[in-house]
Structures are given as C-alpha cells and as structure tokens.
C-alpha cells in the first residue's frame, strides 16, 4: 500500500514537471513573438523619407567672437556648400564639398576642403554631432541645431 502511494505522488511531481515546462515554453514562445514584432524598421530612413534638400542655418557659439553664422545647402547631387560668418570679425568661410550618408541613412557627413562635420537629418533640421557621431549636448545644445530656411528646394 505505501509503495501504491508512493508511486502515485511522484507521477503527480512528473506530469506536473512536465505541465510547467510547458507553460513555460509558451511563455517563452510568446516573448519572442513580441520582440520579434518590435523590430526597427530601416526601410524608412531620412535619407529616403524626408525633404533634406535645401538651405538650414544657426548661430553656432564661438570661442572669441559673438557667434558664428552658418548656412549649409545640402544638395539632391549629394553636395553640399556650407558659409561660415564670424560675427563682428569680418571673416567668412566658404567651403563645398560631398554628402557621405552613414549607413543608417539618418546622419550626414560633410567633407570638403575646410569642412569636416557630421549632422542628424531630422525634419526640416539638422543637428550637430561631435567627431563620434554624438548628438551635442549640455546648455548650449539647442545652438547646433540648424533649422531649414523657408521656400528653399534643390
């Protein structure tokens, strides 16, 4: 008789071993169906999305003088003219250059004879990067934004 009880008690643990490793594998089947439906999508980039062709400007800070006065052409071509204007020392910087797109189509990299500077595309802006391809940040980070100028199409 103990041996009959016995048995049944540890056929009761087995199948209910057995009952929570299934419910633990659909759980586990569940979880990866969610991450895999959460993928990115990198069929739509700024690249291929936005209206990036056209004129931006800001007033980036500058280290002796009251600013900087840029404007940026980024070209359909995949060039790009950039003026620089230092405030109140009458000194202007004119460069052109190539677009390089990264491979997330998202960033810009501009290069030319003077100019060697990375940007985020996002609508109707460019944002400025340090040399790593990271977004500037601190109090002075709304200064590296560049924002389109108005009616301006290439």
């Known amino acids: 008789m103990k041996l009959s009880v016995l048995f049944l008690c540890l056929a009761a643990v087995s199948l209910s071993a057995c009952n929570q490793t ?9 979880d990866s169906s969610v991450h895999e439906t959460a993928a990115v999508d990198t069929a739509h980039t700024s690249q291929n999305s936005l ?18 006065k840029t404007n940026i052409t980024l070209k359909n ?12 020392k009458n000194t202007k910087v004119e460069d052109t250059g190539k677009v390089m797109w990264h491979d997330n189509g998202s960033v810009v990299h501009l290069t030319g004879k003077e100019t060697n500077m990375k940007l985020k595309v996002g609508e109707n802006k460019l944002i400025g990067l340090d040399q790593e391809g990271h977004e500037i940040d601190g109090p002075n980070a709304h200064l590296y934004v560049y ?8």
């Open 77 to 88: 071509d995949n060039t790009f003219a950039i003026v620089s204007e230092y405030i109140n």
């Open 22 to 30: 299934s419910k633990e594998s659909q759980h586990a089947t569940a």
């Open 147 to 154: 924002n389109k100028v108005e009616g301006e199409k290439l």
């Open 51 to 68: 209206d990036w062709a056209g004129t931006y400007e800001a007033t980036i800070p500058c280290a002796d003088c009251e600013g900087i």
